[in-house]
Nanobody
Framework: QVQLVESGGGLVQAGDSLRLSCVAS????????MGWFRQAPGKEREFVAA????????TYADSVKGRFTISRDNAKNTVYLQMPSLKPEDTAVYSC???????????????????WGQGTQVTVSS
């Protein structure tokens, strides 16, 4: 059974930074793509960022490209999302997800991921 536990969310002001963490357990972590998604109130879940087996393969949503950074530490079974310069529109519940197939490249679709964490709330005030 794969478990994903996120942490690092909170209430911050616009321009502040947060780093989200997601710790995985239950299987070999290093070979599977991992992703971050978010869901704002009244909106559908949307893709934020994803990472392949190593830090060299990443993909980002246009809304966060150049601002957020996804990374992973396979020795710690952890994936991170560094979020500097936060904006009110970044407010959402952020969830990490793990693929069940060892794709070379990480996907950006919800259907590319089988396992999901409970999420962590990020609230950015203006």
């Amino acid at each position: 059974q794969v478990q994903l536990v996120e942490s690092g969310g909170g209430l911050v002001q616009a321009g502040d930074s947060l780093r989200l963490s997601c710790v995985a357990s239950g299987r070999t972590f290093s070979i599977y793509p991992m992703g971050w998604f978010r869901q704002a109130p009244g909106k559908e879940r949307e893709f934020v960022a994803a990472i392949g087996r190593s830090d060299t393969i990443t993909t980002y949503a246009d809304s966060v490209k150049g601002r957020f950074t996804i990374s992973r530490d396979n020795a710690k079974n952890t994936v991170y999302l560094q979020m500097p310069s936060l904006k009110p529109e970044d407010t959402a519940v952020y969830s990490c997800a793990a693929a069940s197939i060892a794709y070379l490249r990480p996907g950006s679709r919800i259907s590319d991921y089988r396992y999901w964490g409970q999420g962590t709330q990020v609230t950015v005030s203006s």
